[in-house]
């Protein structure tokens, strides 16, 4: 065998490799998006309740991931934990007097945010829903004003005030203690001359996290924010012995999105726009995690909210497509339909207009606020035999599906994280929004 000359060979691969380096896009690996959702959903993490046991897990899991990417975290922090704490507040005993006679516990209800409460004479008003009034609007009228007060309820409205009494007695959940008024509704047949009452609940405090990195960009207040929450219902009632809940689809297969595209992006170039990678918490609790999350912000910094749900099954229409919640709400969905066009992977409306989706998850919390915050899902919504079952399981999931969903978003992205684009703000997003909820 002749001597081949090893320098030229050894230059031609040291440049080849360094060549390719250079232009080489990096790229999200099943073998990832696999391994986090499987991490996720397996029965260790009890199904990830944001008041369970399983979520501090989760938590610490998706921060070893973003350490291990190399994300930086918020200023002045050294972790890429957001906490926070919510009070849960559950009635304890009363003693409701009203004209000297006591009024027995079928006949009022609460709505109340501190551990005790009085109302007297001296501190608040009495108002009437009578005979004539429609309930359901004065009781709305009444509950979201800015004034505590007694609401005398004519028993004409006894079904109903009793359906409000059962949902409303169970518990209430604030970030504050004492930060809102307090109003209490009561069943009485004569005219209010005087009263003394007083309310007890049990507080109980629980402390959650959202978790936070970050990729500094060339302009700090123009953000991108990826997310998807992290928590899910927990331990449910059993199903051939199986109780627990263990959210692979929802909401696993979103968190592997965000992990794998703060990847994806950490080993790109510094990106024009700052980008935030965002696991809340409690989301399905109430949307704890991102209200908190965007109390801290500036709406006006955030320039798109790409969230991510259930991107673990594809829809009827196949694989290689997924749509955007509130499509016509922005031009986000738009601009992520242009930016894969010459892809094999197309983004679409949501085709479950029925199922109010835009409303159900944390983007409409940013959107209230006129963030262009829309949900990408794959999921066949309507007819999914595992949604909030114990049966959404790891091996239901379609990990080349999610895969390729996570490569189009990061490509669709692009053009906003360059800012070569910007998504149109959500207009009237309080009004928009509330009133469809
Ligand atoms: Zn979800």
Redesign the pocket.
């Given at each position: 065998m002749d001597r081949i000359p090893l320098l030229p060979i050894l230059f031609a691969t040291t440049f080849g490799l360094l060549f390719s380096a250079c232009t080489q896009q990096p790229t999200v690996s099943e073998q990832n998006v696999s391994r986090i959702m499987e991490t996720l959903s397996s029965d260790q993490m009890k199904g990830r309740h944001a008041f369970g046991s399983g979520i501090e897990l989760a938590a610490d899991f998706i921060s070893a991931e973003f350490e291990n990417i190399g994300l930086s975290t918020l200023p002045g922090k050294d972790n890429f934990r957001q906490e926070f704490s919510i009070y849960t507040l559950k009635p304890k005993n009363a003693s409701i007097i009203i004209n000297n006679r006591e009024v027995g516990g079928q006949y009022y209800f609460g709505l109340t945010n501190a551990e005790t409460v009085s109302w007297t004479p001296n501190n608040t008003n009495v108002n009437y829903i009578s005979a004539q009034d429609d309930y359901r609007k004065k009781f709305g009228e009444y509950s979201s004003d800015d004034e505590s007060s007694v609401i005398v309820v004519d028993g004409e409205h006894e079904k109903l005030f009793h359906k409000y009494r059962t949902y409303f007695s169970r518990s209430n959940r604030t970030f504050e203690l004492n930060s809102e008024p307090n109003d209490i509704f009561v069943i009485f047949d004569e005219k209010v001359n005087s009263y003394d009452i007083t309310l007890e609940n049990t507080v109980k405090s629980q402390g959650l996290s959202n978790i936070i990195g970050k990729i500094e960009g060339k302009r700090e207040n123009e953000i991108v924010l990826f997310s998807a929450?992290y928590d899910?219902i927990g331990v449910v009632s059993a199903v051939d012995e199986d109780s627990i809940a263990n959210?692979a689809n929802?909401?696993a297969s979103?968190v592997s999105a965000v992990i794998e595209l703060a990847r994806y992006f950490q080993n790109m170039p510094k990106p024009e726009r700052t980008l935030y990678f965002v696991g809340f918490t409690a989301?399905?609790v109430g949307g704890y995690g991102s209200k908190y999350f965007s109390q801290q912000m500036d709406p006006n910094d955030i320039v798109a909210m790409f969230n991510i749900?259930?991107i673990g099954k594809p829809d009827v229409d196949g694989a290689n497509s997924a749509w955007i919640t509130g499509f016509d709400k922005s031009t986000f969905g738009e601009i992520l339909q242009n930016s894969v066009s010459d892809s094999n992977f197309v983004f679409y409306p949501d085709p479950y207009p029925n199922q109010n989706l835009f409303y159900r998850?944390d983007n409409a919390t940013l959107a209230k606020l006129g963030v262009p915050a829309h949900t990408i899902s794959t999921t066949p919504i309507d007819v999914d035999q595992d949604y909030h079952r114990v049966s959404d399981e790891f091996n239901t999931l379609d990990i080349t599906h999610a895969t390729n969903t996570i490569r189009a978003i990061a490509k669709a992205a692009r053009v906003i994280i360059s800012a070569e684009q910007t998504p149109t703000r959500i207009l009237n997003g309080e009004d928009n929004l509330t009133s469809n909820k």
């Open positions: 929450h899910h959210g929802d909401n979103g989301e399905e749900e259930m998850s």
